[in-house]
Structure formats: structure tokens, C-alpha cells
């Protein structure tokens, strides 16, 4: 079974400054998705980014960008210019290519609270 | 257009009794997940449902139980509550049942069971 780690509980960045929430997974799969979720105090999940397994390219999505390191089973998210708006829990999410049972849906990390400072 | 749309918002039951939650996907989406979320942990996947099929289970108990009708809405159903059920509950839509398809998530019920 596929498992997500992530080991930071809480961050805390200066606004404008750069933060990384680190993120490690386990599979022996050798193609899946790999997600940065927000969740802000109003709840709502939202997407922050993806990244497909068989591209060696990181995604970026504006001011957030990923260091995905597919032998290392690493998926650090990197956030520049930090606002106040990116304060939110910060979950990483693993989503295997398989249909059946429990798989093709999302297996979550504990989350990380990133607080950001004015 | 409307997102996932979740009803009630907030819930407090006591142990034993049952509950339904409601989830409305996004318009043209056919398949629906929902989630369990206990505070301070990630959430774990429960259901998934396409085209009024379950398609997917979670590790989770047979008092939990889900269905979707032909709008594509869904319900989901949990008997005999537990303290431990005290949890946000998301529901989540695709427009397909496929790995490339985005989950998009609702704002969730906030279930109390006291």
C-alpha cells in the first residue's frame, strides 16, 4: 500500500520570503500523480499543483513550484514571495494510476500548518 | 458555475444514531469521492462513485454505506455512530472516472457526534 509522509507539522515564513514543505512517499508503482493541496480555515480543499510521475520536468503553477525527485520517492513544494493569503494547512497527496478498489483516489499526508508573518 | 456543493454544514448527533450527508458535484461531473478528515490528520478516502456505481472502498466499516442517484448527487450514510466518527466529511466531483481528472472539493459537514 502506498503511504505520505509529510514530517513538518508546522512552518512559519516572513511574508515575501521563500518556504519548502517537504513531502516523501512510498510505492512501487511506477506511474501515479503526486498533489500539493490547500486547506485554508474556510475548509475548502483547493489545488495547489500536480506533477505526473513519467515527467522528469517539475511542475510550477505561478509562485509555487515542486523539486520531484522520483528515486528519492521526494516531493518538496517551494512557495516564493510568500503572502498572507498562503497562510492554510498544506497537504501532499499520492494518487496511483489503478482503477480498482481504494486505488485511483487520493492518499493524503498528515498535512503541514504554514503560518506567514507580516 | 456552482462548485461542490455540501449540506448540512455543520452536524451534532449522538452516539447510536444515523446520519446522511449530501453532496452536489459540479455540473456534467459524474463521479464523486467522499472523504473522512479527523482533526489534525489528512483526509482518507471512503467511497467513490461513477455513473451510479461504487467504483471504489475505502478501509472503512459497514456502518458507513453511500449511494448516487441519476443527477449524479450523493448521499452518504453512516448508522450506529461512534464518538470516533466525529469528523469533516468531503465530498469531492470529477468529470470523469480517469487518474487525469482533478477531484474538486467541497467546503465539507463538520460532524459532532456527542
Known amino acids: 500500500a502506498q503511504t505520505v509522509t509529510q514530517s513538518q507539522p508546522e512552518m512559519s515564513v516572513q511574508e515575501a520570503e521563500t518556504v519548502t514543505l517537504s513531502c516523501t512517499y512510498d510505492?512501487?508503482?511506477?506511474?501515479?500523480?503526486l498533489f500539493w493541496y490547500k486547506q485554508p480555515p474556510s475548509r475548502q480543499m483547493i489545488l495547489v499543483i500536480r506533477?505526473?510521475?513519467?515527467?522528469?520536468q517539475n511542475a510550477t503553477e505561478n509562485r509555487f513550484s515542486v523539486n520531484f525527485q522520483k528515486a528519492a520517492k521526494s516531493f518538496s513544494l517551494k512557495i516564493s514571495d510568500s503572502q498572507l493569503g498562503d497562510a492554510a494547512m498544506y497537504f501532499c497527496?499520492?494518487?496511483?494510476?489503478?482503477?480498482?478498489?481504494?486505488?485511483?483516489?487520493?492518499?493524503f499526508g498528515k498535512g503541514t500548518k504554514l503560518s506567514v508573518k507580516p | 458555475d456552482a462548485g461542490v456543493t455540501q449540506s448540512p454544514t455543520h452536524l451534532i448527533k449522538t452516539r447510536g444514531q444515523h446520519v446522511t450527508l449530501r453532496c452536489s458535484p459540479i455540473?456534467?461531473?459524474?463521479?464523486v469521492s467522499w472523504y473522512q478528515q479527523v482533526l489534525g490528520q489528512g483526509p482518507q478516502f471512503i467511497f467513490q462513485?461513477?455513473?451510479?456505481?461504487?467504483?471504489g472502498r475505502g478501509n472503512f466499516p459497514d456502518r458507513f454505506s453511500a449511494r448516487q442517484f441519476p443527477n449524479y448527487s450523493s448521499e452518504l450514510n453512516v448508522n450506529a455512530l461512534l464518538l470516533g466518527d466525529s469528523a469533516l466529511y468531503l465530498c469531492?466531483?470529477?468529470?470523469?472516472?480517469?487518474?487525469?481528472?482533478?477531484?474538486?472539493f467541497g467546503p465539507g459537514t463538520r460532524l459532532t457526534v456527542t
Open positions: 462513485y461513477y455513473e451510479k456505481e461504487e467504483r
Open positions: 469531492a466531483s470529477s468529470p470523469l472516472r480517469g487518474i487525469a481528472h482533478e477531484q474538486y
Open positions: 497527496a499520492y494518487r496511483s494510476l489503478n482503477y480498482g478498489g481504494s486505488q485511483g483516489n487520493l492518499i
Open positions: 510505492t512501487s508503482e511506477s506511474d501515479y500523480y
Open positions: 455540473s456534467g461531473h459524474k463521479s
Open positions: 506533477q505526473e510521475a513519467y515527467k522528469q
